[in-house]
């Protein structure tokens, strides 16, 4: 069912949460309606799909855990040596464990089997492999799983809310 954006009283996205929680919301005049989908949820109601909330709630931040899953996401589940993308993707560690690397969002890529076999215990320098981006770690949590959402294509209204992604 659909996910409805929130956004806090200064109009950043402050979380995603169920089109129920959203009405919810909104019949308690918490939060007022933004954008909706042309759908209803019954006559002169139209669905949510972003709302925002009447009063500023200041928010701390959160981790995003560093695992295989986000950090294909974050690389877009694309080799950061060569640019391949496809099933059978590694992760890399840019400067070898063995030689002092850490587990750390500056330091894992997502690299195909051929350009991790290839680069081996070497650094990109070394190796002659260079990286098509910097691995960094994601600005917010939120902002990772809304990229997560524009990627799937379902709320491209949520778009112009969410700025440098
Ligand atoms: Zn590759």
Redesign the pocket.
């Known amino acids: 069912m659909a996910k409805v954006l929130v956004l806090n009283a200064s109009y950043e996205p402050l979380n995603i949460t169920s089109w129920r929680r959203a009405v919810v919301l909104l019949i308690k005049g918490k939060a007022e309606r933004v954008e909706h989908n042309g759908k209803h949820l019954y006559a002169d109601f139209p669905l949510p799909t972003v709302i925002r909330l009447r009063h500023y709630v200041r928010v701390p931040y959160k981790e995003i855990p560093l695992t295989r899953r986000n950090i294909l996401h974050r690389d877009s589940h694309t080799?950061q040596?060569?640019g391949?993308t496809g099933d059978d993707l590694t992760l890399d560690h840019v400067v070898p464990r063995s030689r002092g690397g850490g587990d750390a969002w500056e330091n894992i890529v997502t690299?195909?089997v051929?350009?991790n076999v290839k680069k081996g215990n070497r650094t990109p320098v070394e190796a002659h492999m260079y990286l098509h981006h910097l691995p960094r770690k994601p600005y917010s949590s939120l902002y990772f799983e809304v990229s997560k959402h524009l990627k799937s294509g379902l709320h491209d209204e949520w778009q112009k809310y969410i700025i440098g992604l």
């Open positions: 080799c040596y060569c391949y690299a195909c051929r350009c």
